[in-house]
């Protein structure tokens, strides 16, 4: 399997080229709640070769303020996504987290998860009796019990995973020169 990286112009099996799949995984990163910049920081960390880069250096490549891009830094480092690395000639270098997915799915499972309680308002405020919306709101509330679940069990699940063999939510620290394993192949077909 090749694995080389094609050339920043070189259209996708989709016909999209680097910088096309960089600006919509910034905004699927924006469509998961993150302001747009931070989404498309996300997506440049991601797709950079280097997999650490400085706030000057992302500010403009993305076009935007160093000022907006170190508030944004700022906040993807308070949420978990990335981190800053010490770099000898530049100070504020950041790179995505070990287990930045992690924290994304962990973060998004958490906001689902607290539409409980607007849930159980809702139907409070509709009393005993019959309601259109009661069966909807019930339903609301059960699927907030399943992600809080999902979001607590979410450490043992991932360490049965990676116990398992499997590779759940990391990529590699993106630091140059961290290897990254190739992917598995399928096991033989069952009699050989």
Partial sequence: MNTSRPPAGRPSAGGR???????????????LGMPPIAGRMLAWLALSESGC????????????????VSSMARLLAERGFVER??????????????DAWENVL???????????????EGLWLLGEGEHP???????????SEVCAALERDLPSLLARLR???????????GEPGTPRRAPRSPPP????
């Fill in 17 to 31: 080229t680097l910088p096309q799949v960089r600006e919509s995984l910034g905004m699927f990163f924006h469509q």
């Fill in 53 to 68: 880069d400085s706030l000057d250096a992302m500010a403009g490549a993305l076009k935007a303020s160093k000022a907006s």
């Fill in 85 to 98: 690395v010490p770099v000898l000639e530049r100070r504020d270098c950041y790179r995505l987290r070990a």
């Fill in 106 to 120: 962990r973060a998004r499972l958490a906001t689902i998860a607290s539409a409980k309680g607007l849930a159980d």
């Fill in 133 to 143: 919306a009661r069966a909807r709101l019930e339903s609301l509330r059960e699927f």
């Fill in 163 to 173: 116990k398992s063999g499997a590779r759940p939510l990391h990529g590699g620290t």
């Fill in 189 to 192: 077909p069952p009699g050989r």
